[in-house]
């Protein structure tokens, strides 16, 4: 027989809704196993095997970071000092994290990336994407996506994140390897396939020939498009029927149009404008657009040295003029449709048990109290993974 779970009086159960946020005040929650079978008033809560008493404070759905590098060795706290004392920020530092990635053994991978998946845990993320990028050869490539796959199943073959310096003022002859051997060897443990389409990196065509080798091997498209300027990634992601355009710092109105018209999810990454000292992207204007938007960290050693989504909530709230319900709903629901999954980001019956309670009693506390510690507990399909 199945064993329950009731968590009870709950001052504010965010369960959310496809079309937006949504919560219940006063309420329970009830799991199966490793699925949500009940949710309503705390007065008419059924039974259940073990009851936990939630003393009036918020839980919501597992935050689902659809955009982290969590694969890589080294650091780059020199480049981010440089950074904030006025240096500019490219494409390019990206190749320290490459050779450092290279040089380290498997282990030293491993170990480095469950540090970066306990700490995300902590901070109440239950389901999360990870990309390839750091190692571009084949042999690198295809350890950094077996590695990923050890840990989540989203994970992105992302070959095409720079050009490396072997194959410098040959980037044809890079695309090919992206495009033949390097997906031969990353397609069996990857989900999607991305590309940085970018000055600096890679453009429209290329990023169009690496997405379409990668779809005529069953991987699902994604897109790094529109960081450091205007560019085409935004209108590729859309041509493409891509399930995200990532970053969306630069849109043009004819950007706007084409994501709205497609459902290409715009995922914003405010970490990565933090860590750069870029302008935030424009979330009012996207979502006045009709344009379904993410939040994701884009944890990685360069831009974006965070694994906290209740960092980027708050900054989406200060920055981006996102509401709080808004916030959270990209951090969730929303992230669990860049990743087209309909089983996470929300607390209704039937969707999957990941859930986190925290020291609060409302949502509004994640950009309310930042940088304060909030994650009391969190659940993971059904089972309780914080530690305490």
Not at 178 to 186: F, K, P, S, Y
């Amino acid at each position: 027989m199945a064993r329950s779970l009731l968590i009870t009086q709950i001052g504010e159960l965010v369960t959310n809704a496809p079309t937006g946020f949504a919560a219940l005040n006063d309420a329970a929650l009830v799991i199966e196993e490793d699925r949500v079978v009940w949710t309503g008033p705390s007065a008419r809560a059924p039974a259940a095997d073990t009851v936990v008493d939630a003393a009036g404070q918020a839980v919501l759905p597992g935050f689902v970071d659809s955009h982290a590098h969590l694969v890589f060795a080294g650091e780059r706290s020199a480049e981010f000092a440089a950074r904030m004392a006025g240096q500019q920020y490219a494409a390019g530092g990206i190749r320290s994290t490459v050779a450092a990635t290279r040089a380290a053994t498997d282990a030293e991978l491993r170990a480095g990336l469950h540090r970066l998946v306990a700490e995300m845990v902590r901070q109440g993320t239950t389901t999360f994407e990870c990309k390839s990028g750091y190692g571009l050869t084949v042999t690198d490539e295809g350890r950094s996506v077996a590695l990923a796959a050890e840990v989540t199943p989203e994970v992105t073959y992302l070959g095409a994140h720079v050009v490396p310096p072997e194959f410098t003022g040959d980037v044809a002859a890079y695309v090919d390897l992206v495009c033949g051997r390097m997906l031969d060897a990353c397609a069996p443990h990857s989900r999607w396939v991305d590309v940085f389409c970018e000055r600096g990196a890679f453009g429209a065509d290329e990023a169009r020939a690496v997405l379409t080798a990668g779809r005529s091997r069953g991987l699902l498209p994604r897109i790094h498009a529109n960081q450091l300027g205007l560019g085409p990634g935004v209108q590729l992601a859309a041509e493409l029927g891509a399930a995200s355009a990532d970053h969306c710092t630069f849109l043009s109105s004819a950007d706007l149009d084409a994501l709205a018209s497609s459902g290409t999810v715009a995922t914003l990454l405010p970490g990565a404008e933090f860590g750069t000292r870029q302008p935030y992207p424009d979330a009012r204007r996207l979502l006045s657009a009709g344009v379904a938007v993410a939040l994701a960290t884009d944890c990685n050693p360069g831009s974006s040295y965070t694994s906290s989504m209740p960092f980027c909530i708050a900054l989406a709230v200060r920055d981006m003029r996102m509401t709080t319900a808004e916030a959270v709903w990209a951090a969730t629901a929303g992230g669990a449709r860049a990743l087209r999954r309909t089983d996470v980001g929300y607390l209704t019956p039937g969707a999957r048990a990941d859930l986190i309670m925290l020291d609060a009693p409302s949502h509004a506390y994640l950009a309310y109290r930042p940088g304060v510690p909030q994650v009391r507990a969190v659940w993971q399909a059904g089972r309780r993974v914080d530690g305490r």
